[in-house]
T-cell receptor, first 114, second 113 residues
Framework: NAGVTQTPKFRVLKTGQSMTLLCAQD?????MYWYRQDPGMGLRLIHY???????AKGEVPDGYNVSRLKKQNFLLGLESAAPSQTSVYFC?????????????FGDGTRLSIL | SQKIEQNSEALNIQEGKTATLTCNYT??????LQWYRQDPGRGPVFLLL?????KEKRKERLKVTFDTTLKQSLFHITASQPADSATYLC????????????FGPGTRLSVLP
């Protein structure tokens, strides 16, 4: 089992460029999440999905869009990248929606916006 | 604004001692609190979960306490080893439906040989 796989691992963009981060999980989990991690801030929830075809906003959704066309994949898009979006992005999944479900994380995508 | 606080950004201890990390939260009534370990360049890895009606939870050298009156959780690593050096995060679901997990900023633990 690969668990949660994120691609790419690193990326450098110029301001205004667009890109899509891919998250894939092979555990048949229902819930998937996108976080960003910045120094001293902790992980902050961008968007999440409670199942195939559904998405919802988290704490910091502005500037990002997501899609969950297949249960195993959760895509995070930046339409027009800004320097403030320089961060490490983590995807996570849980079997179902409950507070006692451990989150399974990928190893992150390190994104720099110049 | 910070929703969860962890006692310090960094903590250095000697090998063999007990490390104690603190997680404080405000304005929530979580049913569960979780602890994760994060190594440099890697994603967080789940360690332990404690319920609101559990005073203490143990797993090998790890112990977690949860005081809902103080709104605080303590995470202990006994007989610490250099391999325990990592950043430790606490997290809770403020919505209680698995849809809104909030993480603390983490405490970077260094165990010195």
């Amino acid at each position: 089992n690969a668990g949660v796989t994120q691609t790419p691992k690193f990326r450098v963009l110029k301001t205004g460029q667009s890109m899509t981060l891919l998250c894939a999980q092979d555990m048949n989990h229902e819930y998937m999440y996108w976080y960003r991690q910045d120094p001293g801030m902790g992980l902050r929830l961008i968007h999440y999905s409670v199942g195939e075809g559904t998405t919802a906003k988290g704490e910091v959704p502005d500037g990002y869009n997501v899609s969950r066309l297949k249960k195993q994949n959760f895509l995070l898009g930046l339409e027009s990248a800004a320097p403030s979006q320089t961060s490490v992005y983590f995807c996570a999944s849980t079997p179902r929606g409950a507070s006692n479900q451990p989150q399974h994380f990928g190893d992150g995508t390190r994104l720099s916006i110049l | 604004s910070q929703k969860i606080e962890q006692n310090s950004e960094a903590l250095n201890i000697q090998e063999g001692k007990t490390a104690t990390l603190t997680c404080n939260y405000t304005n929530y009534s979580p049913a569960y609190l979780q602890w994760y370990r994060q190594d440099p360049g890697r994603g967080p890895v789940f360690l332990l979960l404690i319920r609101e009606n559990e005073k203490e939870k143990r797993k090998e050298r790890l112990k977690v306490t949860f005081d809902t009156t103080l709104k605080q959780s303590l995470f202990h690593i006994t007989a610490s080893q250099p391999a325990d050096s990592a950043t430790y995060l606490c997290a809770l679901d403020i919505g209680n439906y698995g849809q809104n997990f909030v993480f603390g900023p983490g405490t970077r633990l260094s165990v010195l040989p």
